[in-house]
């Protein structure tokens, strides 16, 4: 039984955190979409990064945009830095890996874009470095982070936002940082393209 009691328990860290998100977050996550749908509406691109986990975060929020989400509807443009390994094993071996998002920011982001960084524990030195150049670029971040934020959260300013999981289990926020991309491509479809809103 005690196999049984440890997945249990990985169900019940799951749900707890869920409700604590479940309290906090919605006002946020709504923000986010609005701020998503704005930079969509006035031309503008939504470009994505993140390591690991993070990195499979942010090209499944990207593939949502540029396919389909729940609904069948116009491709949205949404760019993930992660995807290209080309360019991130170039960026790597010529400079550092430190800059294989803030290189491509600065290359490819334009005054109104967002940058979507995603990282479990904010300190992330890379996407770091990608916030530092979306800055330069005059984009808006939005950032999901978990934990205390880590050096991401500090870096925030002006029109950016934060969405962060309150919980320090890495999975955890991984499976809530999904939770809070589902909500977002939902919310974008509902604005951009009609529904219950």
Known sequence: ????DHITNHFSENIDVTIK???SLPPLIAHASELLVNTLL?????????????AAEAQYFAANLLNRFERERPSLPALAL???TVTLTAVASDYS???VFSKQVRALGQPGDILLALSANGYSANVVQAIQAAHDREMIVIALT???????????HGDDFEIRIPS????????LHRFVIHCL??????????GSL
């Open 82 to 84: 992660t995807a290209d």
């Open 1 to 4: 039984m005690e196999i049984i």
């Open 21 to 23: 998100c479940a309290e």
């Open 97 to 99: 890996y430190n800059e």
């Open 42 to 54: 006035h031309d503008g691109k939504i470009i994505t990064c993140g390591n690991g986990g993070s």
């Open 146 to 156: 978990g934990k205390e934020g880590g050096d991401m959260a500090a870096l925030l």
């Open 185 to 194: 491509c939902d919310l974008i479809d509902e604005h951009l393209f009609g």
């Open 168 to 175: 320090q289990s890495t999975a955890r926020v991984h499976e």
